[in-house]
C-alpha cells in the first residue's frame, strides 16, 4: 500500500493567527518500504520570522524569500501526495497548517480519514513512555547523528523508519526468521528418519523402454558420459539408478 509520510515546518504554532507554513518534506513508501521518491520544498512565507520559530529550525527570513510561495508549490504537492493515506507526527499539527493553506487557495482540505497520527499510535503502543520523534528513534535505534536542527524532509525520513517498527517492520521480520529456522530443523528431522533410501519401482519393462526412447533421440546423449556402470558393465538409466 502507497502511503505518504511528511512534516512541516512554520512560522509558529497557529495558523489562525498568521503563521504559516515555510517548508514541506514529505517521503513516499510502498509497504512501509521507501521507494526513494520524496517532496521537498522551502517556502516564502511573505511575513517575518520570529525568533523561537527560528531556533527550531533555522530558516531564516532572508533565506525563504527566495523560495516560491505557497501558492506555487500547492499544487505539485497535491499531485505527489494523490489519495494516499498520510502519515505524521503529532499530525493535527501538521494538518491543520496544511489544510489552512489549502483553504486560502479553496483547495480540498486533507480529510481526517486518511490521517494516521505516529503520535496517536506511539502513546497506545508505549503508554507512560516519552513519544516525541527523538524519543522514539532511540527506542527503535534509528540513527539521529544527522539531526541538529528541525527540519522537514529529515524528520519525515526519520519517521518513515519509526513508522515501520511501530507498525511491527522488524518483529515480523524476525517472526519469519524463526519460522525458516523451525521450518529447517523439522525438514533435517525427516532426513534423520530415512537413512535407507527407497527401494526402486520401476518393472524391468519399464526401465528397458526408457532406454529405447533415450536411444531414438540420439547416438550421442550428453548424459551418458554421468552414469554409472551397471553390474554387465553397461550404463545404467538415470530412471532405474
Given amino acids: 500500500m502507497r502511503e505518504i509520510v511528511f512534516d512541516t515546518e512554520t512560522t509558529g504554532l497557529d495558523p489562525f493567527k498568521g503563521d504559516r507554513v515555510v517548508e514541506i518534506g514529505a517521503v513516499e513508501i510502498l509497504n512501509l518500504i521507501p521507494t526513494g521518491r520524496v517532496f521537498h520544498v522551502y517556502i516564502d512565507p511573505e511575513r517575518d520570522m520570529p525568533e523561537e520559530a527560528f531556533r527550531v529550525h ?32 503529532n499530525a493535527e499539527f501538521d494538518v491543520r497548517f496544511i489544510n489552512a493553506e489549502f483553504g486560502m487557495l479553496n483547495f480540498a482540505p486533507l480529510a481526517p480519514a486518511r490521517i494516521i497520527d505516529t503520535l496517536a499510535m506511539a502513546r497506545r503502543l508505549h503508554p507512560g513512555s516519552p513519544a516525541s520523534l527523538d524519543a522514539l528513534c532511540q527506542r527503535y535505534g534509528v540513527d539521529l547523528s544527522r539531526r541538529d536542527k528541525h ?4 524528520d519525515a525520513g526519520l519517521l518513515a523508519e519509526v513508522y515501520a517498527e511501530l507498525r511491527g517492520g522488524r518483529q515480523a521480520a524476525l517472526s519469519l526468521a524463526t519460522v525458516s529456522v523451525a521450518r529447517r530443523a523439522q525438514t533435517g528431522d525427516l532426513l534423520r528418519a530415512r537413512p535407507e533410501p527407497l527401494p526402486n519401482r520401476l518393472t524391468a519393462e519399464e526401465v528397458e523402454a526408457h532406454r529405447a526412447f533415450v536411444a531414438a533421440l540420439s547416438k550421442t546423449v550428453i548424459w551418458d558420459k554421468y552414469l554409472p556402470q551397471n553390474e554387465e558393465g553397461g550404463e545404467q538409466s538415470p530412471s532405474a539408478a
Fill in 58 to 89: 533555522g530558516l531564516s527570513r532572508e533565506f525563504l524569500s527566495q523560495h516560491k510561495k505557497f501558492r506555487e508549490i500547492a499544487q505539485e504537492f497535491v499531485d505527489f501526495i494523490e489519495d494516499s493515506p498520510m502519515v505524521a507526527h
Fill in 151 to 154: 527540519g522537514a524532509l529529515l
